[in-house]
């Protein structure tokens, strides 16, 4: 059973800082206000400190209403719009505030967390970029500058361009060489754009000062992966390992070792060991419950199975993959309703193959349910996807057979045959030509089954009907003789 190396995909491992302080500490001081401004500004101050956003956004509009180039006026205002979750009113008080001091690093800054809390991730990077710029500009030092270059490394990567957010962070690197966290970041974001080898000296820059440092090492084991190295990997993750005694941290640490040790080929139950350890020692890492279950699944465990994707279900209730695991194991536990529920729920859940997988659960347990025109409708997708898939055009042929659509149960049945001719899939289109009333080809098929295994009751029976429906008889009498002779009942009424 193929195992994923990666972890869940890459971890969102940006974390943006909001950096909305309540009154401008960077760069040049705006003039104060005169007397009664300045008692209506500090009033407005303390309404924002205490929460009460609805009499700060009165105060400071009351300010702007007298001194509309006032700074901490629309500072504030954008503050209170933003804390009070009106994202638009902020937007637009941050872009005053850039239009009216166009050099002030505060006003770009919250513009752009304003855009990205928004999610306009083009507009948050356009903006953030400037307020690195203007900062740079005004000699601010370097912690200052440090969340801006972490928010606009975010947004690039928002974009799905992690080589920019790298080239961000490789700025924010060089100011700051010993920030053990932007160092992982950058290394984060050479890994994502592909140039895992230049990210491998800043993990270790962070690995030398923090070696229990999870991130990075499961990072640096995804990187010797991508190398093609997968034992230095496991020796990454037991360094780190020997470095930790936090339950959680190892919990991780193991289950990337069971994966990367699966991607190698180790044996099934040595990998199933570690990831039950990673269970125990974290059992709300129900990535690693989702592993288990599969590998249980493949040793043909489907009880053992279904107990650890229940666990996983229950941390993550709508994960596609989750669903279908559950639906898996339904169906071979015979479970069919329950599947059914499972599989529809992964249907609408999942893309690509893990959907068609879904889809053909679905045809199979809505088939087993009776819910014979949704079987049709699910197992047609999957065959027109898979068209070589035996299977899936035979659970096509028994729904449309139930819904009494012989003519093209035949057709699904021929093509399953065609793909894989098991007695299984031959006996079924046998009893789909006698049902289209193709007593010839029924004949045919039937003789066929039975000369290749004469005990097969069922079949000398079927053979009989088509034999009868030709005019043949007494052939058709000697064939349901052999039938009830081999002690299947449903013959006797008919050799009399």
Do not use: C
């Amino acid at each position: 059973m193929p195992l994923r190396v990666r972890e869940e995909g890459r971890m969102k491992r940006f974390v943006v800082v909001l950096f909305l302080s309540l009154v401008p500490v960077l760069g040049q001081s705006a003039p104060g206000p005169p007397g009664d401004l300045a008692s209506r500004l500090a009033d407005a101050d303390r309404a924002l400190k205490a929460g009460q956003l609805a009499r700060a956004v009165e105060l400071y509009e009351d300010v702007i209403a007298l001194d509309y180039p006032n700074f901490r006026a629309h500072f504030g205002l954008g503050l209170a719009f933003f804390k009070a979750g009106k994202l638009k009113e902020a937007l637009f008080e941050f872009r005053q505030l850039t239009r009216l001091f166009p050099k002030r690093f505060e006003g770009w800054y919250n513009l752009g967390i304003t855009q990205a809390r928004l999610t306009n991730w083009k507009a948050a990077a356009e903006a953030l970029a400037q307020a690195v710029a203007v900062g740079r500009e005004a000699k601010l030092p370097a912690p200052a500058l440090r969340p801006a270059y972490l928010a606009l490394a975010e947004a690039y990567r928002k974009q799905g361009q992690p080589g920019l957010a790298a080239e961000v962070l490789s700025q924010a690197h060089r100011l700051l060489p010993d920030d053990l966290e932007v160092a992982y970041l950058l290394a984060d974001a050479l890994a994502a754009a592909d140039r895992g080898e230049e990210a491998i000296p800043y993990l270790y820059q962070v690995l030398a000062k923090r070696p229990d440092d999870v991130r990075a090492a499961l990072l640096l084991a995804d990187v010797y992966v991508d190398q093609d190295l997968p034992e230095r990997a496991v020796r990454v993750l037991d360094r780190a390992l020997a470095a930790t005694s936090d339950a959680k941290k190892r919990a991780r640490l193991v289950y990337k070792k069971a994966l990367v040790l699966g991607s190698l080929g180790a044996d099934k139950k040595e990998v199933e060991a570690l990831l039950e350890q990673a269970t125990q020692a974290d059992p709300d890492l129900w990535q690693a419950h989702y592993d288990v279950g599969r590998l249980k699944l493949a040793l043909g465990d489907a009880k053992g199975a279904l107990h650890h994707f229940l666990l996983a279900y229950r941390e993550s209730p709508s994960d596609p993959r989750v669903l279908l695991g559950l639906a898996s194991a339904y169906d071979v536990l015979g479970k069919a309703r329950d599947a059914y529920r499972m599989a529809k729920l992964a249907s609408r859940a999942a893309k690509g193959p893990e959907r068609i997988e879904a889809l053909f659960l679905l045809g199979k347990s809505a088939y087993r349910i009776g819910a014979y025109a949704e079987a049709v409708n699910a197992l047609k997708e999957v065959v027109k996807e898979r068209p070589n898939d035996a299977d899936g055009w035979l659970w096509l042929g028994l729904a449309l057979y139930a819904g009494q659509d012989y003519g093209q149960a035949v057709r699904a049945f021929e093509r399953a045959a065609q793909l894989d001719n098991r007695v299984e899939v031959v006996k079924n289109l046998g009893s789909a030509y006698l049902a289209a009333k193709r007593f010839s080809d029924a004949e045919r098929v039937f003789t066929q089954i039975v000369l290749q295994n004469p005990n097969d009751a069922e079949s000398w029976y079927h053979l009989g009907w088509a034999l009868k429906a030709l005019g043949r008889d007494s052939e058709a009498k000697r064939a349901w003789k052999t039938a009830l002779k081999l002690g299947y009942k449903p013959a006797r009424g008919l050799v009399r």
